[in-house]
Nanobody
Framework: HVQLVESGGGSVQPGGSLTLSCVASGNTGNCMGWFRQAPGKDREGVAGIGGNGRTSVADSVKGRFTISKDSAKNTLYLQMNILKPEDSAMYYC????????????????????WGQGTQVTVS
């Protein structure tokens, strides 16, 4: 049974920083990602990481957001810098066991397991 629990969201002024964490339990596999969804908008892939450490980051956050994973702690991170109001959304952690890597790590349909989300508000 896979369980993902996000934390670290909050309210921050434009230009500020936040670090999201996702503690994983169960067989989460090697491939994990961060997604976000703002009210009235589709869910958007933000960043993904594969088993070999290869990372993918959406163009909208490139240069500002960094995804990383501490396997010893079973924790996925999303470091968010230079936050903008358009970054406001519910942020979700996702995982897909059984794959060494993904061809499309920012595609949400690849991921069967999801956390409950953590809210980020930039204003």
């Amino acid at each position: 049974h896979v369980q993902l629990v996000e934390s670290g969201g909050g309210s921050v002024q434009p230009g500020g920083s936040l670090t999201l964490s996702c503690v994983a339990s169960g067989n989460t596999g090697n491939c994990m990602g961060w997604f976000r969804q703002a009210p009235g908008k589709d869910r958007e892939g933000v960043a993904g990481i594969g088993g070999n450490g290869r990372t993918s980051v959406a163009d909208s956050v490139k240069g500002r957001f960094t995804i990383s994973k501490d396997s010893a702690k079973n924790t996925l991170y999303l470091q968010m810098n230079i936050l903008k109001p358009e970054d406001s959304a519910m942020y979700y952690c996702a995982a897909v066991p059984g794959f060494a890597d993904l061809a499309a790590p920012l595609r949400d349909s690849n991921y069967p397991y999801w956390g409950q989300g953590t809210q980020v508000t930039v204003s």
